[in-house]
């Protein structure tokens, strides 16, 4: 199979519309945004002409916009999401994230499906079969190391979309119901608990503690700045950064970062091409280390690693910055050679593991004032900087310029002059200029100055999205024209080329399925398929699915099972792998968080952990959060 060689896309998270306009801004050549409903972050929901302001906004730049529609539905949830996606469609979303097969069931606008996340592509099987039904893109599992992503781009043709960057969720997306067990609130429908950033103590089958009161089930934050162009080699070609309910400074530093990376990339190996128009600059050096992480791994993109979780802690430590040499009465010297602001947050570990922190209301060189002491603080602590004042200040201002470049040709013509602007998609209009009744053209009195003056005019874009890249004359001779009119003629060509663009944007079409529908690569699926309504269910009996059991959310799963499956093992996090260690066994282990138990179970042969456990009595379910006018 020939695979398609897609330009380097990348992605970037959208809390809402001024956040997506500001990605954009900063490099982003596609955002993922949620709807009304119907997304899988509850709380990060936009209304339609929200998304409308944004789509307008992207496509000036040939900028995709996705919105999320990605969580599972009940039937009667069915018509109003399909009603949901013409809406969507008709305010110019380019794509739909779908997690619902049930979706492919209903009549659809005509607009390309992404699978998310929450499909848990994991194996080439898998990803061939959504291309064949029809998705355009489809986002790997983040476990997929590099051999395996290579394995699925060469028997697929389809984009394939990987994280980057962000949070990691410790689970396969969409295998984790622990949320819905303990608190009725599903993470498939939008609404996780985190579970997984709680603290656990570990216990073996002999009730031996392994160790207490750790975030067992806490990632450290998905990096993959070292591996981009191994990813890019591998097949990726959507680049993803996690975190539509982030903040602003998060998505300016790292939308930037990556924009930095990928452009390198491109620069230096032809093979590649960008996906959106125009160039960035930025005000500020991107730092990803200053922006809110628990600490980085590259997680599995270079198969097993040690050291991938964030044990301690799942809150932001931040930049180690150096260790307390004295303390005094309202002061600490600190041994470093940094920098400090007023307003600066600093943190250090207490005695028991605990991230504690202060604000530094003063600073006299390594001398800190902070507003307040903390109660544990010691001589020889070590520091770290969780808020640098300076950095997130420049980030508040406008920090980036994002310009489309445009070659101008001003012409002469029998009755007066014509200006055409053509821009770096080949996009091209022409606006005339006449001359007035019953006046001559006048030669210019110093010629060279003259032209040199008309070139630099009409280089002049100002506040719009365009930059000169070169200004042609054609002229008989030198001309004097009014500074005025000049400036008339070029503003109304570039309000003219913008209009022009936004009408050419190229919409992307919705991929045909196979002309007959290929079989799912496996004949039964068991609550793990996420099935929650009968759309769904018709799609996988057509595509093959003998044997189809309801979604974890239907209730129907009474005792214990698998609540969360994993690649992330604790045996092997603590040296007790069967396969690193002779003579153990694959026993199971106990996490233990106040009265609350789950029972770890460990499958050797594929190298995941099973986190097993059942509904809790009394748990109220929640599964309306996500209807329209709901706030989700």
């Known amino acids: 199979m020939t695979r398609i060689q897609h330009p380097l896309e990348l992605l970037a998270p959208a809390k809402n519309a001024d956040f997506g306009i500001e990605a954009i801004k900063h490099g982003a050549d596609a955002v993922y945004i949620g709807g009304p409903a119907f997304g899988a972050r509850y709380g990060a929901g936009n209304d339609v002409a929200e998304i409308r302001r944004l789509c307008d906004f992207a496509h000036c730049y040939r900028a995709k916009v996705f919105v999320a529609l990605n969580t599972i539905l009940r039937d009667d949830e069915l018509e109003e999401s ?29 607009i390309q499906l992404h699978a998310s996340t929450q499909t848990d592509i994991r194996n080439a099987a898998k990803a061939r079969f959504l291309e064949d039904a029809g998705f355009s893109q ?3 599992a983040r476990e997929c190391s590099l051999n395996e992503i290579i394995n699925i781009a060469s028997q697929t043709t389809v984009a394939l979309e990987y994280f980057v960057h962000g949070a990691l969720c410790v689970a396969y997306s969409g295998q984790c119901y622990i949320s819905h067990a303990h608190t009725g609130r599903s993470a498939n429908r939008g609404e996780c608990s985190q579970a997984c950033r709680l603290p656990y103590t570990l216990v073996d089958d002999k009730g031996k503690t392994i160790t207490e009161n750790q975030h067992l089930l806490s990632m450290k934050d998905n990096n993959q700045s070292d591996n981009m162009l191994e990813l890019a080699r591998a097949g990726v070609s959507s680049f993803k950064i996690e975190g539509r309910l982030k903040d602003l400074s998060y998505v300016k530093n790292i939308t930037a970062h990556y924009r930095t990376l990928l452009d390198e990339i491109i620069a230096a190996h032809p093979e590649f091409s960008r996906a959106s128009s125009g160039r960035s600059t930025f005000t500020f050096t991107p730092q990803p280390d200053k922006t809110f992480n628990r600490g980085y791994t590259d997680y599995f993109a270079n198969d097993r690693q040690d050291d991938i979780g964030a044990f301690d802690s799942p809150a932001f430590v931040g930049e180690l910055i150096g260790e307390v040499a004295e303390i005094g009465d309202g002061w600490l010297m600190v041994n470093t050679d940094q920098t400090f602001h007023n307003g600066d947050g600093v943190c250090f570990h207490d005695a028991h593991g605990e991230v504690a922190g202060m604000r530094i209301n003063r600073v006299e060189g390594r ?17 770290f900087r969780n808020r640098d004042q300076e950095f997130e ?41 006449k001359n007035e009744p019953n006046s001559e053209k006048s030669p210019a009195q110093n010629p060279e100055a003259a032209m040199a003056r008309l070139r630099e005019n009409l280089g002049k874009f100002g506040n719009t999205m365009f930059r000169a890249e070169a200004v042609d004359l ?31 944007h190229p919409r992307p079409p919705r991929a045909a399925p196979a002309e007959n529908p290929v079989p799912y690569p496996q004949e039964e699926l068991t609550y793990l398929g996420n099935v929650f309504n009968a759309k769904a269910r018709a799609f996988y009996e057509k595509h093959g699915v003998k044997l189809i059991e309801d979604a974890y959310e239907a209730g129907n799963e009474k005792g214990m099972v698998s609540l969360m499956i994993t690649r992330h093992c604790l045996r092997y996090s603590f040296n007790l792998c069967p396969k690193e260690v002779k003579h153990l066994k694959p026993d199971p282990m106990t996490l233990i968080n106040g009265n609350e138990k789950l029972i770890l179970k460990f499958d050797c042969k594929a190298c ?22 709901s706030g989700g």
Not at 82 to 110: F, S
Not at 403 to 411: E, I, M
Not at 475 to 500: D, H, K, S, Y
């Open 82 to 110: 399909r009603q949901l996606a013409w809406q969507l469609y008709e305010a110019g979303a380019d794509a739909l994230i779908i997690q619902d097969m049930g979706l492919l069931e209903l009549d659809l606008p005509p």
């Open 138 to 140: 489809i986002v790997l």
């Open 367 to 383: 001398k800190l004032f902070p507003a307040e002491m903390p109660e544990g603080l010691t001589e020889g602590a070590t520091l």
């Open 393 to 433: 200040r420049a980030l508040e201002k406008e920090s980036a310029d994002r310009r489309v470049a445009v070659r101008a040709l001003f012409a002469e013509t029998a009755d007066g002059f014509a200006l055409t602007l053509t821009d770096e998609d080949g996009v091209t209009v022409t606006v005339d200029r």
């Open 474 to 504: 054609q002229l008989a001779q030198p001309w004097f024209l009014p500074v005025g009119a000049i400036n008339a003629l070029r503003r109304e060509a570039a309000e003219a080329l913008l209009a022009a663009r936004v009408a050419s």
């Open 608 to 629: 995941e952990m099973h986190v097993v456990g059942k509904m809790k009595k009394g748990v109220k379910v929640s599964l309306g959060a996500i209807r329209p006018g």
